[in-house]
């Protein structure tokens, strides 16, 4: 830009000298719309009634030096990460942890596991009976079940599950089929086995009917 004349005007700083230096206003009268027929007093006073020394903005009460609040806080830290007692047993010996090992099972369930075999003992005794009469034409089975080879629990429980009946001599549904096998399968994991009566190809013959 020049003058009329052609000679250059240059802009200093001390051109804007004059201007009203607004960096200092109180930023606070600017986002509490000051208004210039109050004081500043006055208008902080109207803005901030409605604020309460509940909220936190009462006046700080040191009570406590910086060495007083940090051992407090530790102690609050230590408690915390402290386990709770109330949440765990007793350290059980070695005594009461073989007990508990032989207590595999719920009593529910071994109760269920007691009826089952119960029930194969009762067959297999009918069954053996039954194969005294050389009319019949069947094996009898003579090994005990806790003592049967995988041949003869697949033979023995796949039979078993076809010729069970309640006592009035009607039919188990499938469901206590199920039952009455993983029951017998339980009883063998008592005794340190773990034949998986269902799945497995050795017992292929063991089939619940649909």
Same mark, same amino acid.
């Given at each position: 830009?020049?003058?009329?004349?052609?000679? @250059?005007?240059?802009?200093?700083?001390?051109?804007?000298?004059?201007?009203?230096?607004?960096?200092?206003?109180?930023?606070?009268?600017?986002?509490? *719309?000051?208004?210039?027929?109050?004081?500043?007093?006055?208008?902080?006073?109207?803005?901030?009634?409605?604020?309460?020394?509940? *909220?936190?903005?009462?006046?700080?009460?040191?009570?406590?030096?910086?060495? *007083?609040?940090?051992?407090?806080?530790?102690?609050?830290?230590?408690?915390?990460?402290?386990?709770?007692?109330?949440?765990?047993? @007793?350290?059980?010996?070695?005594? @009461?942890?073989?007990?508990?090992?032989?207590?595999?099972?719920?009593?529910?369930?071994?109760?269920?596991?007691?009826?089952?075999?119960?029930?194969?003992?009762?067959?297999?005794?009918?069954?053996?009976?039954?194969?005294?009469?050389?009319?019949?034409?069947?094996?009898?089975?003579?090994?005990?079940?806790?003592?049967?080879?995988?041949? *003869?629990?697949?033979?023995?429980?796949?039979?078993?599950?076809? @010729?069970?009946?309640?006592?009035?001599?009607?039919?188990?549904?499938?469901?206590?089929?199920?039952?009455?096998?993983?029951?017998?399968?339980?009883?063998?994991?008592?005794?340190?086995?773990?034949?998986?009566?269902?799945?497995?190809?050795?017992?292929?013959?063991?089939?619940?009917?649909?």
């Amino acid at each position: 830009m020049s003058r009329s004349d052609g000679e @250059e005007i240059f802009l200093t700083q001390n051109t804007f000298s004059q201007e009203t230096n607004d960096d200092n206003l109180d930023l606070c009268n600017f986002f509490l *719309e000051y208004d210039t027929t109050t004081t500043t007093s006055e208008t902080y006073s109207v803005a901030c009634s409605d604020i309460s020394e509940d *909220e936190g903005f009462s006046k700080p009460k040191l009570t406590q030096s910086d060495d *007083e609040l940090l051992l407090n806080v530790s102690k609050i830290q230590s408690k915390s990460h402290q386990p709770s007692t109330s949440r765990f047993h @007793e350290p059980k010996t070695d005594t @009461e942890i073989e007990d508990m090992q032989s207590k595999k099972f719920a009593d529910s369930t071994m109760s269920k596991i007691k009826w089952a075999t119960t029930l194969f003992k009762q067959w297999k005794s009918t069954r053996n009976i039954r194969a005294n009469d050389p009319n019949v034409g069947l094996s009898p089975i003579r090994v005990d079940l806790a003592e049967m080879s995988l041949d *003869e629990l697949n033979y023995s429980i796949s039979r078993f599950i076809c @010729e069970v009946r309640k006592t009035d001599g009607t039919e188990y549904p499938p469901d206590t089929l199920y039952s009455l096998v993983i029951c017998l399968q339980l009883y063998m994991d008592t005794l340190g086995y773990n034949h998986k009566f269902l799945s497995y190809s050795s017992f292929i013959q063991i089939k619940i009917p649909r």
